[in-house]
């Protein structure tokens, strides 16, 4: 039941798919289509003496994350697992995702976003864009998204990026908080992910790819490849970065639940899911301490049904989980632990096959 | 083989699928009968429904397909008579159906006090048991801005917080002289007790409800305590506990034996062929003593087993050491073997955190073997705790490894190193 009163019924109506969650989606589809689709912002954004309106929606999206940061330290301040890892946050979006780069380019520098790794940013490997890169920036574009996020993953799985780094990761759970539980948890989603969070990580792979390849032989060679690269990049370049990470994973918060695009289509977020199947982080289930309430379930933002392991006293490694660690801090009897161990519980069983049958689960 | 199962809480369901394990849907039919809800719900979570925090479906433990999944068929009705020569029971709206095998797990309802008074008001004394409970509170909530609660207990303290979450003054009345003597020692009781005043509850110990005062209209106006106040509210809400949901048997045709419970065995049968009963309606004789146990973990356990029993298998039930768990608004509770009512002579390790609401209590008999631990503000693996009991550790041991069976979060270890102690014979 909602609480009394009008801010009672706001506060309802805004978290529960109400008509004004409704009218701030329209509002944020407004401002994004704006955003990238016309130049309207741009008079704004000089006359606050930014140099152009990407920095105005950099410094619009750090406000979002400091404010949304505070408000989650404050709400889970008991929490020191929360109030570290939201620290965190805040600092790699305010230094790494902003100032960095918007400081680099007030003294004329390239700007480098150090916090977006391939194929999070498949641009990043663009030959082209390696080779015009300042040579820290390429060698950590290349060593940072082949090796070392990886093998983080092994060791932390890919909370270690989803949920301490990443800004999208990092403004759903912020600002994104209070949407948290829309995020749907039934059969046919977790189906639709599981498809459309791998195709987007081929179609990554097949553009990087491409537009590798066709970097390497020679746009001249064979004009062919040029062009299928160059429609490609462009097409991925609109789809899925434009619309599926800028647009539609923003918009969408206050009726989906934060983390669209993150669980359905975010292609790092694939990558490392895999890598941490294999890894150390876990899950771990208290034995039958789960009173099957459903806080864990309600508040996961992946979708994760995680009452069903908890009540069967199984611990798991889901490769979606961001590791956000909200089930084990909704949880009212304390009942699950993140935490990365080598030995594993009999039960999980981990084969290929298994992998396979149920793909991504 | 026809099962029929009475009650959709955690026992029956679980003893549904049990069986469900075994027999495919040829060898067995089974029924779960409930008039609460269509489907199982997680009523350790009414609370949070009540609070807004989760949408009622939510509480669904299973998707609504697993039944039909698991060829388990959901009948909403009411079971109003027991034939079990005839191996039959009658529904309220849907009359007769024979059975095989009969499983009552039909729970506990809310004990209740015929204070002055309450025959007169029609309107406005709540519980927190039932999904129909959570509906009259809520629609009881739009109307209200004080509220009395009564009884100290697991379910009055859930009770409080609700009402506190949606702005309603709440006077919570204790009958006990520090809170909950039943699972708590004394700092620790009083120590809950400052918890919940701090969330703006007027907490009245050692205070008992004397009568009802209804309005004109037949809702509750007001209470007066037994100092004789006169305390003015427009709900009140009794958690006194709960009694095993028997009066309703005496009238069937068949009666099963009852006592504080059902009357079961080890292996949840009742003394009537072919039917048994389990979760907290049972009352179990264990030979040396009968115990009632109402809780979540003991109501799945029964229900699993039961299933079992129904299957033919040999079940005796033989419970692991105790162990619950509860949250006080913010305090989260663990408690592992025998606490509050320790024998005379057990010893007691006390240990604070200053400054902060985290204590943890072991207890120790008289030949220093550790049998209990009441953990309260930081997270525990109950299983380690479980082992020492079993083990029969020595106080010291226990305190020095105590570290081990801490489960807080991350960076978020309670540093037990900073406690201060104090033991006591008790
Ligand atoms: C608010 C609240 C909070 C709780 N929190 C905790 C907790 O944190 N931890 C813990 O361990 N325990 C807790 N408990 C206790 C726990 O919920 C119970 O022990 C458990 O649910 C019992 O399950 P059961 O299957 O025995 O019975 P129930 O869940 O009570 O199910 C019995 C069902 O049978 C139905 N029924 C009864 N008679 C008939 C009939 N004649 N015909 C048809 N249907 C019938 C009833 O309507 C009911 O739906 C809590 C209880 C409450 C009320
Ligand atoms: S399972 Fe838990 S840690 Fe993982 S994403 Fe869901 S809520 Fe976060
Ligand atoms: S929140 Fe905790 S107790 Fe509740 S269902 Fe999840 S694991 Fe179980």
Redesign the interface.
Same mark, same amino acid.
Request: no cysteine.
């Given at each position: 039941m909602r609480q009394k009163g009008t801010l009672g019924w706001l506060k309802h109506d805004v978290t529960h798919r109400g008509i004004t969650a409704w009218l701030l989606t329209g509002a944020l589809l407004a401002f994004y289509l704006v955003l990238y689709f016309t130049d309207w912002l741009t008079p704004i954004a000089k006359s606050l003496g930014l140099i152009h309106k990407w920095n105005l929606y950099g410094a619009l999206y750090t406000l979002a994350i400091v404010t949304g940061g505070i408000y989650v330290i404050a709400k889970y301040r008991d929490n020191r697992y929360q109030v570290i890892r939201t620290s965190v946050v805040i600092f790699v979006q305010s230094t790494l995702a902003f100032s960095v780069p918007y400081v680099l380019e007030l003294f004329n520098q390239p700007a480098v976003y150090l916090s977006y790794l391939w194929p999070l940013e498949i641009s990043i490997l663009y030959p082209k864009n390696l080779a015009s890169a300042p040579v820290y920036f390429a060698v950590w574009a290349v060593v940072g998204s082949i090796l070392i996020a990886p093998i983080l993953g092994i060791f932390y799985g890919k909370r270690w990026y989803c949920s301490w780094v990443c800004g999208c990761g990092g403004l759903a759970n912020t600002a994104g908080e209070p949407f948290r539980h829309l995020t749907p948890t039934s059969q046919g989603w977790w189906n639709f992910e599981k498809y459309a969070v791998h195709i987007t990580l081929v179609l990554a792979l097949l553009t990087t790819g491409l537009v590798g390849a066709s970097y390497l032989i020679g746009p001249e060679q064979s004009p062919v490849l040029a062009s299928y690269a160059n429609s490609l990049q462009s097409w991925y370049g609109l789809l899925v970065v434009t619309i599926l990470s800028g647009i539609v994973g923003v918009v969408l918060y206050p009726i989906g639940g934060t983390r669209v695009w993150c669980r359905n289509f975010c292609p790092m977020a694939a990558i490392l899911g895999l890598v941490q199947k294999f890894g150390r982080f876990r899950i771990r289930v208290k034995d039958d301490m789960c009173i099957s309430c459903g806080m864990c379930t309600t508040y996961c933002e992946m979708g994760i049904d995680v009452r069903e392991y908890a009540q069967n006293n199984q611990d798991f490694t889901r490769a979606a989980c961001v590791g956000c660690g909200l089930c084990e801090e909704v949880c009212p009897r304390g009942v699950l632990h993140l935490e990365n161990e080598w030995d594993r519980d009999p039960q999980e069983s981990l084969t290929m096959g298994a992998l396979l049958e149920e793909s991504y689960k | 083989m026809d099962y029929t199962i009475v009650g959709n809480g955690?026992a029956g369901i679980e003893a549904a699928f049990k069986i469900r394990e075994r027999w495919g849907p040829e060898q067995a039919s089974i029924t779960v009968i409930s008039d609460e809800t269509d489907y199982f719900f $997680?009523r #350790?979570?009414l609370m949070?429904?009540?609070?807004?925090?989760? @949408?009622r479906r *939510?509480? &669904?433990?299973h *998707?609504r397909?697993a039944y039909e999944r698991q060829s388990i068929e959901l009948v909403r009705d009411r079971v109003v008579d027991i034939d079990a020569d005839d191996q039959s029971i009658t529904l309220r709206d849907d009359g007769r159906r024979d059975f095989d095998r009969l499983l009552l797990a039909v729970g506990a309802k809310p004990r209740m006090i015929q204070w002055p008074g309450v025959d007169e008001t029609d309107d406005g004394i709540v519980h927190l048991v039932s999904m129909q409970d959570l509906d009259e509170c809520?629609r009881l #909530? /739009?109307t209200t801005d004080e509220a009395v609660v009564v009884g100290g207990g697991l379910i009055g303290v859930e009770l409080v917080e609700c009402l506190r979450?949606? +702005?309603v003054d709440v006077t919570f009345l204790v009958r006990e002289p520090y809170f909950w003597p039943a699972g708590l020692h004394r700092e620790e009781g009083e120590m809950i007790q400052q918890h919940i005043a701090s969330h703006g509850v007027d907490v009245r110990m050692g205070e008992e409800l004397a009568e009802v005062i209804p309005g004109s209209e037949g809702r509750v106006e007001a209470i007066t305590t037994d100092t004789g106040e006169e305390i003015p509210c427009q709900m009140l809400g009794i958690a006194i506990g709960v009694t095993p949901r028997t009066d309703w048997l005496d009238s069937t045709t068949t009666p099963p034996s009852c006592g504080r419970g059902i009357h079961v065995d080890r292996s949840f049968q009742t003394d009537l062929d072919n039917v048994w009963a389990a979760g907290d309606c049972c009352e179990i004789d264990f030979g040396d003593e009968t115990r009632v146990e109402t809780i /979540?973990?003991t109501a799945e356990r029964h229900g699993r087993l039961a299933g079992l029993s129904m299957l033919g298998d040999d079940v005796t039930y033989d419970p692991p050491v105790f162990?619950n $768990?509860s949250?006080f608004l *913010?305090i &989260?509770y #663990?408690t592992v073997g025998t606490v509050a009512d320790a024998p005379d002579g057990s010893k007691t390790l006390f240990r604070r955190m200053p400054d902060e609401e985290i204590t943890q209590r072991i207890i120790v008999d008289e030949q220093d073997q550790v049998i209990g631990f009441n953990m309260l503000g930081s @997270?525990? *693996?109950?299983?380690i705790l479980q082992q020492w009991i079993r083990e029969r550790r020595p106080l010291d041991w226990v305190r020095d490894r105590l570290s081990n069976a801490q489960?807080d979060? &991350?960076? +978020?270890r309670v540093p037990l190193e900073r406690m201060n102690e104090e033991i006591r014979r008790l």
């Open positions: - | 955690v $997680s #350790t979570a949070y429904a009540y609070m807004n925090k989760m @949408r *939510d509480l &669904e433990p *998707d397909q809520e #909530t /739009w979450f949606h +702005g /979540w973990y162990f $768990s949250k *913010d &989260e #663990t @997270r525990w *693996d109950h299983t489960f979060v &991350e960076f +978020g």
